[in-house]
């Protein structure tokens, strides 16, 4: 019997618009569980097509994601007393900067132990506004938008490194820079 010989094939992917991105891996775009995605240059296969999307970090990886469904991240948070009732807090924040149209999770944690944050409200019907009675203690807050399966950014520490979702209200994030 003779030996198999390896052999590695290239495809090129000729005849594609230069400026679609491409997604290596996965069932289909928006995939969390893709390999990578590129500027659409060369992809190997299994590889899909998505035009108008931008390449997006995930919990399992890279896919493409549509930019109308990025969530991005939220404007900034100001707090303020409620004044209907003691103790409740009034919440506001500025849009995404992925567009309208996303709704928003509000997460709190204990002030002075980093990363211990965890979901207190996994939707605000889409608004810039919540009302909130905080758990005892002192306490800080974070807004992440959200866009179908996906959380966005909960912002980013001191360092510039993306603070954790340790606990979400979605199936996954994805981190795009915004547009």
Same mark, same amino acid.
């Given at each position: 019997?003779? !030996?198999?010989?390896?052999?590695?094939?290239?495809?090129?992917?000729?005849?594609?618009? $230069?400026?679609?991105? /491409? @997604?290596?891996?996965?069932? $289909? *775009?928006?995939?969390?569980?893709?390999?990578? /995605?590129?500027?659409?240059?060369?992809?190997?296969? #299994? =590889?899909?097509?998505?035009?108008? *999307?931008?390449?997006?970090?995930?919990?399992?990886?890279? %896919? *493409?994601?549509?930019?109308?469904? @990025? #969530?991005?991240?939220?404007?900034?948070?100001?707090?303020?007393?409620?004044?209907?009732? !003691?103790?409740?807090?009034?919440?506001?924040?500025?849009?995404? *900067?992925?567009?309208?149209?996303?709704? &928003?999770?509000? @997460?709190?944690?204990?002030?002075?132990? =980093?990363?211990?944050?965890?979901?207190?409200?996994?939707?605000?019907?889409? %608004?810039?506004?919540?009302?909130? %009675?905080? =758990?005892?203690?002192?306490?800080?807050?974070?807004? $992440? #938008?959200?866009?179908?399966? &996906?959380?966005?950014?909960?912002? %980013?520490?001191?360092?510039?490194?993306?603070? !954790?979702?340790?606990?979400?209200?979605?199936?996954?994030?994805?981190?795009? !820079?915004? #547009?």
């Amino acid at each position: 019997m003779r !030996p198999l010989a390896a052999a590695i094939v290239v495809v090129l992917a000729a005849g594609r618009l $230069a400026s679609a991105s /491409c @997604q290596l891996g996965g069932g $289909a *775009c928006g995939d969390p569980a893709a390999i990578d /995605c590129n500027g659409g240059t060369v992809c190997f296969i #299994p =590889w899909r097509t998505c035009a108008g *999307c931008t390449c997006t970090t995930t919990n399992e990886g890279k %896919t *493409c994601l549509a930019n109308g469904l @990025q #969530p991005g991240r939220a404007g900034s948070l100001m707090i303020g007393k409620n004044a209907a009732v !003691p103790g409740d807090l009034d919440l506001t924040w500025g849009a995404s *900067c992925a567009g309208p149209g996303r709704d &928003f999770a509000v @997460q709190q944690g204990v002030l002075g132990t =980093w990363y211990s944050h965890e979901p207190l409200r996994c939707t605000t019907a889409g %608004t810039l506004a919540a009302t909130v %009675t905080p =758990w005892a203690g002192d306490r800080y807050f974070l807004i $992440a #938008p959200e866009s179908g399966d &996906f959380t966005g950014s909960l912002g %980013t520490a001191s360092n510039g490194a993306e603070r !954790p979702d340790l606990e979400s209200c979605t199936l996954d994030r994805a981190l795009a !820079p915004c #547009p």
